[in-house]
Antibody, heavy 120, light 107 residues
Framework: EELLVESGGGLVKPGGSLRLSCAAS????????MIWVRQAPGKGLQWISS????????YYGDSVKGRFTISRDNTKNSLYLQMNSLRAEDTAVYFC?????????????WGQGTVVTVSS | SYELSQPPSVSVSPGQTATITCSGD??????VSWYQQKPGQSPVLVVY???QRPSGIPERFSGSTSGITATLTIGGTQALDEAEYYC??????????FGGGTKLTVL
């Protein structure tokens, strides 16, 4: 079964840092672009960041550029999101998702999400 | 910034057809995907590449496009289809963009 499992969420004070992880299994992780999407309480889905499969090219949304860093370790089938200078508005459920690839521009596998709460 | 517009809510009676629209500038030039999200759960891909259905998605879910509008149609809507639905597109200039979501109520 193709699976993504996020971890690392929690409660952090404004200005603090957190590192999220996403463990992949059941598919060839190194063949796929991966992305992070978040969902603030009661709100819609927001793309945060993407990373290409082999070269590790990275892309960021304006709201997190300069504060968040996406990375991956293909030897460990893992995706990461380093979040620094956290703000209250970063409070959300964070999902990792797989880009289906082949130019379909769709996210076909999602993790269960991990909750990040930024509060003093 | 690029935006996709969806109606906030749609209501349908059981067994009837539900249609959810998604509009955006030059949307016809891009692929559109649709996701279903039930409360407390992760999104599930129900349509990709405008009209394609992933394996395991019931045939009552279908997608179409016309001009700048993409449409998700649910034929013979069931109570279990009640959920939030999001459209999504991508291109090299805008990256991944989601619509604001449509709450489908089956009553």
């Amino acid at each position: 079964e193709e699976l993504l499992v996020e971890s690392g969420g929690g409660l952090v004070k404004p200005g603090g840092s957190l590192r999220l992880s996403c463990a992949a299994s059941g598919f060839s992780f190194s063949d796929y672009s991966m992305i992070w999407v978040r969902q603030a309480p009661g709100k819609g889905l927001q793309w945060i960041s993407s990373i290409s499969p082999k070269t590790g090219d990275t892309y960021y949304g304006d709201s997190v550029k300069g504060r968040f860093t996406i990375s991956r370790d293909n030897t460990k089938n893992s995706l990461y999101l380093q979040m620094n200078s956290l703000r209250a508005e970063d409070t959300a459920v964070y999902f990792c998702a797989r880009d289906k690839g082949e130019g379909y521009d769709a996210l076909d596998i999602w993790g269960q999400g991990t909750v990040v709460t930024v509060s003093s | 910034s690029y935006e996709l517009s969806q109606p906030p809510s749609v209501s349908v009676s059981p067994g009837q057809t539900a249609t959810i629209t998604c509009s955006g500038d030059k949307l016809g030039d891009k692929f559109v995907s649709w996701y279903q999200q039930k409360p407390g759960q992760s999104p599930v891909l129900v349509v990709y590449q405008d009209t394609q259905r992933p394996s395991g998605i019931p045939e009552r879910f279908s997608g179409s496009t016309s001009g700048i509008t993409a449409t998700l149609t649910i034929g013979g809507t069931q109570a279990l289809d009640e959920a939030e639905y999001y459209c999504q597109t991508w291109d090299t200039n805008i990256d991944w963009v989601f619509g604001g979501g449509t709450k489908l109520t089956v009553l």
